[in-house]
């Protein structure tokens, strides 16, 4: 009975407030549909990992070569755990480097993995694209036809039907194969970057003499047991490969998948701390708007707890509202951030329903509004009763505000637990709810020093000595702050800021009244004004971080890149192209190059101790990172002078005679423990692909770290192509018959790619890229996190906007009466609502150029520290970004004013 | 419908203490309010003392800004007086907690006001089931509210909200849900002050009515003096203090 008329009450109040319940509405569904999207995508993607992850593995044991591939003798062991009948099927999946030329003439880097079509794949099938003319084994049995792995469809942007050319190593000449189709989600384990034919495609396209070597194996089982005991046995077999059974690729994805979750949980939470603080803005205004009611309710005897019920019952409903709708928006946004995770992590990800998470949704919105809507109940549940016979002011008291420091503790702490149930994590929450708690106070603090200062500006009636000395000499300072480089959008600002001081003298005197009302009003209830200044500022400068790291990130690495001052282009090729190759370049206009040779090899023991054995103790990672690092041979001719571009952290660089003794230089990195190398070591290695060949031990004398190209600016291009850095004979001993000519040739930077382009033509079988295509890549790269980043920095703008309409609200429903009397002393329409906009403006401008300000400071140091790149804040983005902004502010701020700003005096005086 | 019989009592012009075993609705004793406006302290009240047997219908005079309000409020425990005692049936309320206020305003007193303060987004009888949810009310709240507004004259506009209604009869909802728990008690500030003459006449009619017919006791604030002919009882104020204690001219009336 009594829930039939606060039910009554409640939903009359929530259709009265009308807009503003849409607001609020809004701001839960806003978070709760960044939650349930996030979450679901998130699952879709687990079980989806889960689900495939025997067909994603390849079978039930995936053999991956990280370095070295594995000769074709290598087969023999699986042929007989065959034969032996451990071991059900197999397949081995060869593998090539090839550099695939781009529509546009440019080379990328990809492997060619030739597959069986009558055993591969060993489970499942691989799922392709629609628009694909086949199944993928009917594609791939057709002469000259390839299916690119997603990655490489990106990077290479070829269309399904459309011949590509593709320049293979040790080739007759270039080869043009048909994109029969694009893989939806990943190949097996270790095909991600590749582009798969049949062997009977690749043998048609390489010499017969060309080398045999398998990337991959993939195999049955029977049962798991015997998968586990055949991936034991491989492991330590192939020392250098990564043995995967379904088990272990099943928790590797499930860390991967975890982490993800984590990820999208916390944009979530953003998301929904941002409604939140809507939530407790517009509820504010809501209940403001209904003092008097509230106080009406106290005089026939409602207590405090029946207000709490009431008001509690109104969040909920705005919260049940909020949820659902934005629960079922997120439904629909589930699917999208599935699309785009399918193309960002390679995986067939089908979208599912998870009917958990939609309750959940909706539980956690109403949730949130419950929490963030106390502020406002508790507050307004302190209503004097003696409000309905005198419309005084509610009373600051210092156990007010002593009482809204614990409320707002309260709410912080049941916030979150909320963090704590969505992440699965307390410690992590607490950090974020902290951070972001301690973040808002200082900034909020801040700015309600600076309104302070704003409000207390002169408007004086015509020029005085000091008000003209005062001005010129902000104009001084700030003109001062433009001769700091990287400040010098933050000055021109300042500069502007301060002419306005000039021009507010000359304002003709209505208006410099307007100005003087709208400045000492922006001091009125300042921490409130503030919140408007911190919503705008998050908002600039998320956005304007973005903007100015994307473009100069981007035109800088550009730049880099083309302009890197040792090489541009760099040509592998066997030794007699090579040769060929390098006057080609020279009659290209090449201004420097550096001649080396690379080989393969494969370490076989280290101080002595077989490989398996270093090996055998290692983690996954370890092992990997072990096999890289010790996995080639870079040969440089250190008898005619050339010496490898690095650092020596220990040791020494090599010497002419190091080419009797075999010293090398290995990675500083193999010094670090559990490898724990040091000059005086040996390292045993040996070239995998001759079928005899004989182990040489390497002395390491010196342990480098690659500097690179673009160092003085930071960012690591480096300059070696094998790890293990040796003299031209020590790597022609390791490995004579694999070793390929290295070129590093440097082109004026214009004309890097056409020179790439002849060279190629020049040479098919040699692999040529040039820097500029690693743009390609670095763009992807950057696109895709600026999107990201895009899509929380408006979050923070779209915040902005609802906590400006409300403060607006809020601002001219307190001072209605006071609105009333300026019309009544014959005030215009105009001239109030000039006020508020004004004021808006000022507000909003303090926060847009506090953000710029933020920009400044933060690049300051990643200038000097991390990026090395000159990054400046350009002014024109700088004054876009703020004048934007206000006017954002303002435009908000007259949809919200148009209403009040025209109430009949007699309407708001006619009591009292 | 009332427990309370009217009062038949004498009427006592000095304000002295009402006869042995017989508790007055309301009795203020040396009450004082005061403000702190910056450093001056502002005495609005001062050493006010009164008592009011049941039955009475009491006009509360004084000119605009002598503290009419700020003594009604102190009366019905929405303000704390400064010093000094109120008792409501006996009951002392200036240094009650909120919660215990809320309670005693529910059963003891009803309150009505110069800007009928109805709930907009109710309607007429929503509006006078309000105070009968706050308390425990036995009976049915929806038939209690349909009783009063036929009370009051508004038997045919139950269902209407308070902006489908003129002035008077928001006012009449006002005092049907000022009446909702049978308070013995209600106080009124201006509540014809919004009003136009005639429709202002009718209310004070409505007003004693209602005392004659449920024996409820009435305070109304009012500058206007033509109230004052109904009074049983005038009270005086002036510049917050009380000037003047008077039978009025229907003292003595059933
Ligand atoms: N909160 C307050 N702040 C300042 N002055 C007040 C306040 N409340 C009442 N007053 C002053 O107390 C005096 C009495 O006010 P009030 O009780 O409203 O008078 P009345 O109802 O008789 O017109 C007035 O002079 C008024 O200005
Ligand atoms: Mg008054």
């Known amino acids: ?912 | 419908m009332s427990d309370f019989a009217p009062a038949s009592s004498p009427l006592r012009a000095d304000g002295s203490a009402p006869a042995v075993g017989e508790v007055p609705v309301l009795e203020v004793r040396h009450l004082g309010r005061s403000l702190r406006l910056g450093s001056e302290e502002l005495a609005i009240l001062q050493d006010i003392t009164f008592s009011i047997p049941p039955g009475e219908f009491v006009t509360l005079m004084g000119p605009s800004g002598s503290g009419k309000s700020t003594l009604l409020g102190c009366i019905t425990g929405l303000d704390n007086p400064s010093q000094g005692q109120v008792l409501l049936n006996g009951v002392d309320v200036s240094r009650m907690r909120e919660s215990q206020l809320a309670g005693i305003r529910n059963r003891t007193v009803g309150m009505v006001f110069q800007a009928f303060n109805l709930i907009p987004t109710l309607t007429a009888r929503e509006n006078v089931e309000v105070p009968l949810y706050a308390g425990r009310w036995r009976g049915s709240p929806s038939s209690r509210a349909t009783e009063l507004l036929g009370l009051v004259g508004l038997s045919h506009r139950l269902e209407h909200r308070p902006n489908q209604l003129s002035g008077g009869e928001q006012q009449r909802v006002a005092i049907a849900r000022a009446l909702a728990t049978e308070p013995p008690l209600v106080v009124a500030d201006e509540p014809t002050g919004n009003l136009a003459a005639a429709q202002g006449k009718e209310i004070l009619e409505l007003l004693w009515d209602l005392r004659q017919r449920m024996g409820t006791t009435f305070v109304i604030a009012t500058h206007d003096s033509t109230i004052a002919g109904y009074a049983t009882r005038m009270l005086q104020i002036s510049d917050g203090r009380l000037v003047g204690d008077h039978p009025g001219p229907r003292a003595g009336a059933r």
């Open chain 1, 1 to 912: 009975m009594k829930a039939g008329l606060y039910l009554r009450y409640t939903t009359r109040s929530l259709t009265r407030g009308g807009r503003r319940t849409v607001l609020a509405a809004f701001c839960v569904g806003v978070g709760v549909m960044a939650i349930v999207g996030l979450q679901m995508a998130a699952s879709m993607v687990n079980s989806s990992l889960t689900a495939n992850v025997r067909q994603a593995n390849g079978g039930d044991v995936s053999v991956v070569s990280v370095a070295v591939p594995l000769p074709q003798s290598e087969l023999r062991t699986f042929q007989q755990l065959q034969s032996s009948g451990r071991i059900t099927r197999f397949t081995a999946v060869r593998e090539y480097s090839s550099t695939v030329i781009r529509p546009g003439g440019q080379g990328v880097s990809a492997t060619v993995d030739a597959v069986d079509p009558a055993t591969f794949p060993l489970v499942g099938t691989v799922a392709l694209r629609p628009g694909a003319a086949g199944t993928f084994r009917q594609l791939i049995s057709r002469p000259g036809t390839m299916v690119l792995s997603s990655t490489i469809e990106s990077l290479l942007g070829a269309k399904v039907g459309s011949e590509v050319r593709v320049n293979l190593a040790q080739a007759r000449g270039p080869v043009y194969w048909r994109v029969g189709g694009i893989a939806r989600g990943s190949l097996p384990a270790g095909m991600d970057q590749a582009l798969v034919v049949s062997n009977a495609t690749l043998n048609g396209a390489v010499s017969s003499s060309a080398l045999v070597d398998y990337g991959e194996v993939y195999l049955t089982t029977t049962t798991s047991k015997d998968a586990s005991r055949v991936a034991r046995q491989l492991t330590d077999q192939l020392p250098l490969a990564t043995v995967s059974t379904v088990q272990q690729a099943l928790n590797s994805d499930k860390q991967a998948s975890s982490q993800l979750t984590q990820f999208l949980s916390i944009a979530g939470l953003a998301a929904l701390l941002i409604g939140g603080i809507g939530i407790v803005n517009t509820m504010q205004v809501s209940l403001a708007r209904r003092r008097l009611e509230i106080a009406m309710l106290k005089t026939t005897g409602y207590r405090r707890r029946d207000l709490y019920l009431l008001f509690g019952l109104e969040a909920v409903m705005l919260g049940l509202v909020g949820g659902v709708g934005g629960a079922a928006v997120g439904i629909g946004l589930s699917d999208a951030v599935r699309a785009l995770l399918e193309g960002v992590a390679n995986v067939v990800i089908n979208f599912a329903i998870s009917w958990e998470i939609v309750l959940a949704g909706v539980g956690i919105g109403v949730a949130t509004t419950c929490i963030f809507a106390l502020l406002p109940i508790v507050r307004l549940s302190r209503v004097r009763p003696a409000a309905v016979l005198r419309d005084a002011p509610a009373e600051v008291t210092v156990g007010v505000l002593g009482s809204s420091a614990v409320l707002l503790g309260v709410v912080a702490v049941l916030f979150w637990l909320l963090a704590s149930a969505i992440l699965g994590s307390a410690g992590l929450a607490l950090i974020l709810v902290i951070g972001t708690g301690v973040a808002l106070a200082i900034l909020t603090l801040i700015f309600s020093q600076a309104l302070r200062l704003i409000g207390h500006l002169p408007v004086p009636e015509r020029f005085t000595p000091a008000h003209v000395l005062l001005v010129t000499l902000a104009v001084l300072v700030s003109v001062a702050i433009t001769t700091v480089a990287s400040l010098r959008a933050v000055g021109a600002l300042l500069i502007l800021a301060s002419l306005l001081g000039y021009l507010v003298v000359v304002l003709p005197r209505p208006a410099k009244a307007v100005v003087r009302m709208a400045l000492r009003n922006s001091e009125r209830t300042r921490t409130r004004t503030a919140a408007t200044s911190v919503a705008l500022f998050v908002g600039v400068f998320a956005v304007g971080l973005i903007l100015i790291l994307g473009t100069d990130i981007r035109s800088d690495l550009d730049s880099i890149i083309t302009q890197s001052t040792t090489y541009n282009v760099i040509a592998v090729a066997p030794g007699q192209s090579a040769t060929r190759l390098l006057q080609a370049a020279r009659g290209l206009g090449s201004t420097s190059e550096l001649s080396t040779s690379a080989a393969i090899s494969s370490p076989v023991a280290i101080n002595g101790r077989p490989i398996s054995e270093v090996v055998g103790a290692l983690s996954h990672s370890d092992r990997s990172e072990l096999a890289f690092l010790t996995s080639g041979i870079q040969g440089f001719g250190v008898t005619s002078g050339t010496l490898p571009d690095v650092t020596i952290k220990q040791g020494r660089q090599l010497r002419p005679s190091d080419a009797s003794t075999n010293g090398v230089l290995v990675s500083t990195a193999l010094s670090r423990s559990p490898f724990d190398l040091k000059a005086g070591d040996t390292i045993t290695e040996i070239d995998p692909l001759a079928p005899h060949a004989a182990p040489v031990t390497l002395q390491v004398v010196g342990l480098y770290s690659a500097t690179s190209a673009g160092s003085r600016k930071g960012i690591s291009i480096t300059t070696t192509v094998a790890p293990i850095l040796a003299t031209q004979q020590t790597a022609a001993t390791v490995a004579g018959s694999n070793l390929q000519q290295v070129l590093e040739l440097k082109f004026p930077p214009k004309r890097a790619d056409a020179a790439a382009t002849q060279l190629r033509s020049a040479d098919p079988g040699a692999q040529v890229v040039s820097l500029a295509d690693f743009t390609l890549i670095i763009d992807q790269f950057l696109n895709n996190a600026i999107l990201f980043l895009t899509a929380i920095a408006s979050l923070a703008l779209l915040a902005g906007i609802v906590i400006i309409a409300n403060s607006v609200a809020l601002a001219l429903l307190e001072r209605r009466r006071e609105i009333g009397i300026l019309k009544a002393v014959g005030q215009g329409r105009g001239a109030v609502l000039g006020e508020v906009l004004t004021e808006t403006a000022a507000v909003a401008g303090l926060g847009a150029a506090g953000g710029m300000v933020a920009i400044a400071l933060v690049l300051l140091p990643l200038q000097r520290l991390v990026i090395k790149i000159n990054l400046g804040i350009p002014t024109p983005l700088a004054l876009a970004l703020v004048v934007g902004a206000i006017l954002v502010a303002v435009v908000t701020a007259a949809l919200v004013a148009w209403g009040p700003v025209r109430v009949r005096p007699l309407e708001v005086l006619r009591y009292e």
